[in-house]
């Protein structure tokens, strides 16, 4: 069997797969911040192009992909499939491990799934700007580019701490012709009434969100774009799943697993969701895992509840597991990972027992990125660092165990802009962080005064 599957430009699907069709317990819907009543999908015209609230409160299974995205899509699709046999041999693993490597995209991460479609919707609008944030600056990045295929402004807001430690991010988003701006800033009154408080905030993708929703809002001929947690982003990164079931066909296997690092669930869910149909539809036998930081874990240890996508409160209250909206995330250098909150439709998936989740410190995800690097030649970016710890784990238990199985993992981008981050670890900087219950009580015990 050949260690790397591929597949041809005709392979590359026509449809993204919406899992809300396949769902016993839909979403609970979203509520207008003002009125605390369901949410009208004419409430966020205003904010986002029409096509992508369709595609948010869509409940049909699949939705086409337009002829122009599917065309620009084979600039780098499809994606390789490939079995970490290096991997395997050094953890003496009877386990077979594949990973889907989402770094050989242009932006060098899974982001420009969703940031293609959400800049062709908003020019067939007639819209002429966007506005976005950006932790890790993937998202920055893979939407500057969009912009600029489409001929579109863009004003990015990159949380603050990431723009000081990933500065190649913000120098790739002004080559592609993106505005940068470091978050919490003065541009904004969100930006402001953060500052005052507290000078020294070194951000976090809330506040960046609060900031690029105003900004949107009062711009002229402006939209907003996100790049993961809502649910047409989601549906976007599905091409990521459907193409990998068709390579694990080609390799005569089925995972047992399946693993994503998880920050707001894009592409956690892309990976996962065309698989995790198949246990919806027909029961069929398979562990989905989501590898969140140790320092972020909205999933385990975060609340069920409506809290708002934003620091600010700008955005509709969502059903979703959190940590509050005023939750302020350690420094870590997983940049995408560091958001308080959880899409709606992993978290209604959680909630039903459909999801496991692991918590993993730092310094751990590190180790298995130099492992993974070593054995496997690619240096990982620091969000999939967590998915690997994930699949390592997995694969440990393997070999306790004395059983083989399939093991497949996202590989969400590489990490050749993150070297200062591999510098802090090798150096023997790098820290994990302890995050007590009194902390998360903090900003969690207030929500269930919001609705």
Excluded at 59 to 80: A, C, G, M
Excluded at 209 to 219: D, M
Excluded at 309 to 316: A, I, N, Y
Excluded at 345 to 370: C, M, N, Y
């Amino acid at each position: 069997m050949n260690k790397k599957i591929l597949l041809s430009e005709n392979d590359i699907p026509k449809n993204w797969y919406n899992i809300v069709a396949d769902m016993e317990n839909k979403p609970l819907p979203p509520l207008n911040p003002q009125t605390k009543e369901v949410l009208n999908p004419s409430d966020l015209e205003p904010v986002f192009a029409k096509e992508l609230i369709k595609q948010e409160i869509s409940q049909e299974r699949w939705i086409e992909i337009p002829d122009e995205v599917r065309e620009l899509y084979k600039i780098w699709r499809p994606t390789p499939l490939v079995r970490a046999t290096g991997l395997e041999k050094a953890l003496g693993t009877p386990a077979h491990i594949y990973f889907k490597n989402e770094g050989v995209s242009p932006v060098g991460s899974h982001k420009l799934n969703s940031a293609l479609p959400q800049a062709y919707y908003n020019k067939m609008q007639g819209i002429k700007r966007l506005t976005t944030e950006t932790g890790a600056g993937q998202w920055g990045a893979a939407l500057s580019f969009a912009s600029s295929v489409f001929g579109l402004g863009l004003d990015v807001y990159m949380v603050k701490v990431s723009y000081g430690q990933k500065p190649y991010r913000r120098m790739m988003m002004q080559t592609w012709g993106a505005n940068v701006v470091a978050s919490p800033s003065n541009t904004t009154d969100s930006g402001r009434s953060i500052l005052a408080k507290d000078p020294e905030n070194s951000g976090s993708l809330g506040i960046a969100i609060s900031e690029a929703v105003e900004a949107a809002v009062k711009g002229e001929n402006t939209r907003y774009t996100l790049g993961s947690v809502l649910n047409h982003v989601i549906l976007h990164q599905t091409i990521i799943g459907l193409e990998s079931e068709k390579q694990m066909e080609i390799a005569g296997e089925y995972p047992d697993v399946v693993i994503g690092c998880f920050g707001g669930g894009s592409n956690f869910s892309g990976i996962s969701f065309p698989f995790l149909r198949h246990k919806l539809t027909d029961g069929k036998d398979i562990r989905v895992i989501a590898a969140e930081p140790a320092s972020c874990p909205k999933l385990s240890r975060g609340k069920f509840e409506y809290d708002f996508g934003d620091t600010v409160g700008l955005t509709p209250l969502l059903p979703m597991y959190t940590l509050g909206h005023d939750f302020q995330p350690a420094d870590i250098h997983a940049g995408g990972l560091r958001y308080h909150g959880a899409g709606t439709i992993v978290s209604q998936l959680h909630r039903d027992g459909f999801i496991e989740v692991q918590d993993i410190p730092q310094l751990e995800t590190f180790e298995a990125g130099q492992l993974f690097a070593n054995t496997e030649g690619i240096i990982p970016a620091p969000e999939s660092t967590h998915a690997i710890a994930s699949a390592i784990c997995e694969a440990k238990k393997a070999k306790e165990e004395g059983v083989q199985k399939t093991i497949l993992f996202n590989l969400s981008g590489h990490g050749l802009i993150d070297m200062t981050a591999y510098d802090t670890y090798l150096s023997g900087k790098m820290t994990n962080y302890k995050l007590t219950d009194e902390d998360i009580a903090k900003t969690t015990d207030i929500l269930e005064k919001l609705v």
